[in-house]
């Protein structure tokens, strides 16, 4: 199978959706299905060799973008060509009126394969008057793209936006998604020795339960709740307790550090690690016991830092549920293996979430093998 894939930017740690194109096609190609990605809205030009990548600047004009789109495609011959789509990544606002027909020189009599990473906003019953206003603009671009683009096989990656498109007369199945991290392989027992002695002088390293976030912390997670029914856990197992903040938190993620410094929890250690390279990120990851997430348990599914924690085999405590879709519609019950949803107020089983750990693996192969394997039976 020739794969092309079309997405607006693809230099590398500029957005998740470049980055997650350049893995999936990486892996597919190592899997012997040869891939072209392109960025037609790059942040420069450039040609890169092995699996090939054109990136096209996002400050020529179209129609010169097109021409060199069109080219690439024609001496590849892709069988199926692949949009990666997010619509803040097409118009400022998400209005991507007309895509459909800008791209269409490029899919020509092709096959066609959509993958949605984000929908529309305003799906939360929560949210406010001006984002359902906003998103109902965003909705008709986007039931338009799809109606101008044709295409054979659709996919999304939680299923409650697979519910959504199948409400608008979308089939979509889901692709789960895969870590942002490499799982780089590592001396768990040495890493965690070294860790406690540097930060947690005289805390054995067999009794501590390594808990933490990795990225983004949102501000509508209760963070404070949640910890202290951990630590209430821990000292109930018996168990020292040490937080670990792991990646760019953002500023949420600094006020959360500064209140646990000012108001410590009780029996718990607090260590910031920080934003690390990639490699280094993944062998900190991977002593992490239990992994904390701000995502709420609709939207966990397409998290990148909730993939990495479950590739690098380290169960996922979702603790927030005030995402609720709109209407009818309803979050399916989580498919994850690894992943426990903990309401607030109630009691944290922490033996139990422990004993979902396992050995670390990444899952992009396997989910690489699916890609090919539904896109065979269309």
């Known amino acids: 199978m020739?794969?092309?894939?079309?997405?607006?930017?693809?230099?590398?740690?500029?957005?998740?959706?470049?980055?997650?194109?350049?893995?999936?096609?990486?892996?597919?190609?190592?899997?012997?299905?040869?891939?072209?990605?392109?960025?037609?809205?790059?942040?420069?030009?450039?040609?890169e060799e092995g699996s090939p990548v054109v990136r096209l600047a996002g400050d020529r004009p179209w129609a010169e973008r097109l021409v060199q789109a069109r080219v690439a495609l024609a001496g590849f011959e892709p069988d199926w060509v692949s949009l990666q789509f997010v619509a803040y990544a097409w118009q400022p606002r998400g209005y991507a009126f007309g895509l459909a027909d800008r791209l269409a020189p490029l899919f020509g009599r092709r096959r066609r394969h959509l993958m949605f990473h984000e929908l529309w906003v305003g799906l939360n019953r929560h949210d406010r008057l001006v984002n359902r206003l906003h998103g109902i603009v965003q909705r008709r671009a986007i039931l338009g793209l799809?109606?101008?683009?044709?295409?054979?096989?659709?996919?999304?990656?939680?299923?409650?936006?697979?519910?959504?498109?199948?409400?608008?007369?979308?089939?979509?199945?889901?692709?789960?998604?895969?870590?942002?991290?490499?799982?780089?392989?590592?001396?768990?027992?040495?890493?965690?020795?070294?860790?406690?002695?540097?930060?947690?002088?005289?805390?054995p390293s067999d009794s501590a339960v390594l808990a933490g976030w990795f990225g983004t912390v949102h501000p509508q997670w209760d963070a404070v709740e949640v910890l202290a029914r951990l630590a209430v856990a821990a000292q109930a197992a018996q168990r020292s307790l040490v937080l670990l903040a792991l990646g760019r938190t953002g500023a949420a993620g600094a006020a959360l550090?500064?209140?646990?410094?000012?108001?410590?929890?009780?029996?718990?250690?607090?260590?910031?690690?920080?934003e690390r390279a990639p490699e280094e990120a993944s062998r900190l990851l991977g002593i992490f016991d239990l992994s904390l997430t701000a995502n709420p348990v609709a939207l966990a599914p397409k998290s990148g830092t909730v993939a990495a924690s479950l590739d690098h085999g380290v169960p996922v405590l979702i603790s927030r549920n005030n995402w609720q879709p709109r209407g009818t519609l309803s979050v399916p019950p989580s498919e994850e293996s690894g992943v426990v949803f903990s309401p607030a107020g109630t009691a944290i089983d922490l033996p139990s979430l422990l004993a979902l750990r396992r050995p670390p693996a990444a899952r992009l192969p396997a989910i690489a093998r699916q890609f090919i394997s539904d896109i065979a039976a269309t």
Do not use: K, W
């Open 2 to 47: 020739r794969l092309a894939f079309l997405c607006s930017s693809l230099a590398p740690g500029r957005n998740g959706v470049g980055d997650y194109t350049r893995a999936l096609a990486s892996e597919l190609s190592r899997q012997g299905h040869p891939c072209l990605s392109i960025g037609l809205e790059d942040t420069e030009a450039a040609l």
């Open 146 to 203: 799809h109606r101008g683009m044709r295409p054979q096989l659709v996919h999304t990656q939680a299923p409650v936006y697979a519910a959504a498109l199948a409400a608008e007369g979308i089939p979509a199945r889901r692709l789960p998604l895969f870590g942002n991290l490499p799982v780089v392989p590592c001396n768990r027992a040495a890493i965690r020795r070294e860790l406690l002695a540097a930060h947690a002088p005289g805390l």
């Open 257 to 274: 550090a500064a209140r646990i410094r000012q108001q410590p929890l009780p029996g718990a250690t607090f260590i910031d690690l920080g």
